[in-house]
T-cell receptor
Framework: KNQVEQSPQSLIILEGKNCTLQCNYTVSPFSNLRWYKQDTGRGPVSLTIMTFSENTKSNGRYTATLDADTKQSSLHITASQLSDSASYICVVSRNNNAGNMLTFGGGTRLMVKP | DSGVTQTPKHLITATGQRVTLRCSPR?????VYWYQQSLDQGLQFLIQYYNGEERAKGNILERFSAQQFPDLHSELNLSSLELGDSALYFC?????????????FGDGTRLSIL
């Protein structure tokens, strides 16, 4: 069964600290893995997209890693800011970008406190 | 601003009614996706259109239907509404219906069934 599991479900950190969110998947065949940030009441915003051959990709203070062998990905946030408070969603795509080929994780809810 | 426009932002109606949600994709994007996000739930893929044609179907109820018009805007029609249909409905668009392009999400329509 194609599944994407994210951990932790929720996380509270202090402003300025780093954190790492995890994503494990069993989706096959694999095409790409995406991380999205979703602010409360807003639509998700794409942070990174990684294909099989990419093992790291950065977008500002966000760095995603991918280990296709162990089927694990992580999203590392450096020097967190209050605006990083959001849900982070891991999405794995099979074969192509067709909607029914995307498997969504349940998200990690991050709260950054001053 | 993702460039994807969804209207209305909020919709309140009663059980048994029918509503239409509208989405204008980002300029140049040919593919439109519809998602449902219930309270504290992950994103559930409903349906995808590409250049006016249905491309992929997810867990979309028979009471729901969608279409994409020649100008590429899309509408999601929800009928015989039930309390459980209360959710955020997101539209996303991408350049093509396949490949590794990101999906750009609108800010959603919040549907409340009373």
């Amino acid at each position: 069964k194609n599944q994407v599991e994210q951990s932790p479900q929720s996380l509270i950190i202090l402003e300025g600290k780093n954190c790492t969110l995890q994503c494990n998947y069993t989706v096959s065949p694999f095409s790409n893995l995406r991380w999205y940030k979703q602010d409360t009441g807003r639509g998700p915003v794409s942070l990174t997209i990684m294909t099989f051959s990419e093992n790291t990709k950065s977008n500002g203070r966000y760095t995603a890693t991918l280990d296709a062998d162990t089927k694990q990905s992580s999203l590392h946030i450096t020097a967190s800011q209050l605006s990083d408070s959001a849900s982070y969603i891991c999405v794995v795509s099979r074969n192509n970008n067709a909607g029914n080929m995307l498997t969504f994780g349940g998200g990690t809810r991050l709260m950054v406190k001053p | 601003d993702s460039g994807v426009t969804q209207t209305p932002k909020h919709l309140i109606t009663a059980t048994g009614q029918r509503v239409t949600l509208r989405c204008s994709p980002r300029s140049g994007d040919l593919s439109v996706y519809w998602y449902q996000q219930s309270l504290d739930q992950g994103l559930q893929f409903l349906i995808q259109y590409y250049n006016g044609e249905e491309r992929a179907k997810g867990n979309i109820l028979e009471r729901f239907s969608a279409q994409q018009f020649p100008d590429l805007h899309s509408e999601l029609n929800l009928s015989s509404l039930e309390l459980g249909d209360s959710a955020l409905y997101f539209c996303a668009s991408s350049v093509a219906g396949h490949g590794n392009q990101p999906q750009h999400f609108g800010d959603g329509t919040r549907l409340s069934i009373l």
